[in-house]
């Protein structure tokens, strides 16, 4: 029953063409077109809302949500901690999920970076330099680098489902995995695959992607 208010509100949501931020109908006007009582509408919502699909704003109504990947982004970073903790190897099963997506993505970028995007990465990677130097590349530098190099692909859902990925994949690993780093070869890694793009080569690109992702799997199992 619960589950069947729940889709029938966010059938609502979708016949209606609501963005987010629009404002639904009042729950005693949610009672009357779904024939429901008010705390089932409430629990409804309140489920709802847990998935960003609503937002509650006591005192003002109920609105659309923002319908982001947090939520995702929450299920992938508890399911990989609590299967750490049973004894699985969860960590590099997300690292593996994220290598599949970026490697079959990579040659798709190879010569079609934009310029203001290949300058923008060309900037990213001069600062990991100086951060390596430093000692330590930054876990918001190399996050800035993926989601630049991806933005040429012009598709906002694979973009946010990319961050999700990074997100839990950098959430998880500080609370599961003191993952020591050479920061030079990161940013000798992340040099690469810029290069790569920008010469159009795809197989140097997915090659430098996989020896990426190679190097944080070898770390993880040691």
Do not use: C
């Given at each position: 029953m619960?589950?069947d208010?729940q889709?029938?509100?966010?059938?609502?949501?979708?016949?209606?063409?609501?963005p987010?931020?629009?404002?639904l109908?009042?729950?005693?006007?949610l009672?009357?077109?779904l024939?429901?009582?008010?705390?089932?509408v409430r629990?409804?919502?309140k489920?709802?809302?847990?998935?960003?699909?609503?937002?509650?704003r006591?005192g003002?109504?109920?609105?659309v949500?923002p319908?982001?990947?947090a939520?995702?982004?929450?299920?992938?970073?508890?399911?990989t901690?609590?299967g750490?903790l049973?004894?699985e190897?969860?960590?590099?099963?997300?690292l593996e999920?994220?290598e599949a997506?970026?490697?079959?993505?990579?040659?798709r970028?190879a010569?079609?970076?934009p310029?203001?995007?290949?300058?923008?990465?060309?900037?990213?990677?001069?600062?990991?330099?100086?951060?390596?130097?430093?000692?330590?590349?930054?876990?918001e530098t190399?996050r800035?680098?993926?989601a630049?190099?991806?933005?040429?692909l012009?598709?906002?859902?694979?973009s946010?489902v990319?961050?999700a990925f990074?997100?839990?994949?950098?959430?998880v690993r500080?609370?599961?995995?003191d993952l020591?780093t050479?920061?030079?070869?990161t940013?000798?890694?992340?040099?690469?695959i810029?290069?790569?793009?920008?010469?159009?080569?795809?197989?140097?690109?997915?090659?430098?992607?996989?020896d990426?992702?190679d190097?944080?799997?070898q770390r993880?199992?040691s």
């Open positions: 619960a589950r208010i889709e029938r509100i966010k059938k609502l949501i979708i016949d209606r063409r609501l987010s931020g629009a404002s109908p009042t729950e005693t006007e009672m009357e077109l024939g429901v009582s008010r705390n089932s629990e409804a919502l489920a709802l809302q847990a998935m960003g699909i609503v937002e509650i006591h003002f109504g109920t609105y949500g319908m982001s990947m939520p995702m982004t929450e299920g992938l970073a508890f399911r901690v609590a750490h049973r004894g190897d969860s960590l590099r099963q997300l999920l994220r997506v970026e490697t079959g993505l990579i040659a970028l010569g079609q970076v310029a203001a995007d290949l300058a923008e990465l060309e900037t990213i990677v001069a600062r990991m330099a100086r951060e390596a130097e430093r000692g330590s590349v930054e876990a190399d800035a680098f993926h630049a190099l991806y933005r040429g012009d598709n906002l859902l694979l946010e990319l961050d990074w997100d839990a994949f950098h959430r500080t609370d599961l995995a020591r050479d920061p030079k070869v940013h000798r890694q992340h040099r690469e810029l290069d790569a793009v920008r010469a159009g080569d795809a197989l140097r690109a997915e090659r430098a992607v996989r990426h992702f190097n944080i799997r993880l199992r």
